[in-house]
Structures are given as C-alpha cells and as structure tokens.
C-alpha cells in the first residue's frame, strides 16, 4: 500500500494540520491579551495641602492615589485593592492617615476636616507613637515617597 493510499496517514495528516492551525493562527482556547491599563503621569516630589491631597483619592481607575502619614506623602496606588473606593482603607486615600493608624482605627473621627489646620498629634501616647513609628516604616518600604503634606492656603 502506498503513503497516500494509507488511511492511518491521512488521520495523522488532519491532526497535525488542526493542531499546527491552532498554533500558528492563535485561535483555538487561547484569550487575546489584555489591554494594558492606561498609566498615569509619573509625579515629581511635591507639596500637597490636604485640599489638595484629597483630590488623589482614587476615585476612577486610572488616577493616583496619595496617602499621608507623619507630613510625609506616599504614592500608595500600587496598594489599591487596600486603598480604592472599595477597599478595606478607602478611608485613607487622599487624607492624612497618621493618627488611624497611630491608633489602629479607620474611624471616620480619625481624619482630620479637609478644610481644616493638619493633626499635630500631640495627644498621642507611647503606643500610638510606636504604632505609628511602626506604619511609617512600613510605608517608607513599600511605597514611594512623593512629597510633603503642608497647611491649606488661607
Ligand atoms: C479586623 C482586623 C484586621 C485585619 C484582619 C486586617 C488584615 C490586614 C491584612 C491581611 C493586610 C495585608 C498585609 C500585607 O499583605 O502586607 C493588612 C494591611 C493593612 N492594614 Fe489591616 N487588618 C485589620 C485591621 C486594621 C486596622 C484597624 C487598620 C487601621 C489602621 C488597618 C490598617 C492596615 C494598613 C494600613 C495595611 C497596609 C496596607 C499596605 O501595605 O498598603 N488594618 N491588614
């Protein structure tokens, strides 16, 4: 019997041609990649009233989101599942988080009026200091520091 008069070759011959189709064609079960998320503009170190601040609360998809802990401000927006709308800290994106976390407590009485002077934290007693000491570090590590939290303008 010869190659072509074969049965066996041409069963052979469909599968190898189905599988090499799927492969070079990229169909198949394969999904298209995703497209890639829109990124925001890279920031520059700067000064942030808590006015201002609030503005990066994460609000839609593709905006920053900034978190201040003892003056300093974070770009936290790697963190979102924390710190979006929906996230356990939401609370904290865009505000001065230092005395929630000195206390551990994401009360709302925990932040500051936005319109207000910045928390000076003077009532604070030596655990809340450690824990804040403690937030603080962890937040140098992990997020990049991307200015300073000053008073709002008169
Ligand atoms: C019910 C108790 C709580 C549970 C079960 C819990 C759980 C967690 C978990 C699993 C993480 C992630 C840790 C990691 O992957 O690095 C986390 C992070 C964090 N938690 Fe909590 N937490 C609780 C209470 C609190 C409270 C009361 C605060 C208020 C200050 C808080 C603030 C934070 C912050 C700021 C982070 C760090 C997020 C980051 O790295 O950006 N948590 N928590």
Redesign the pocket.
Known sequence: MSTLSNPVNWVLAAVLGYISYNYFSGSGTKTPPAAPRPRPPALVFKEYTPKELAEFDGRTEDTRILMAVQGKVFD?TR?RN??GPDG??GN?AGRD?SR??A????DKAMLSPLDGPIDKLEDLDDDDKESLAN?AE??EG??QLVGKLIENKA
């Open positions: 936290v963190g924390f710190y356990p800290y904290f988080a929630g976390l206390k551990n407590s994401f937030w962890h937040f992990k997020y």
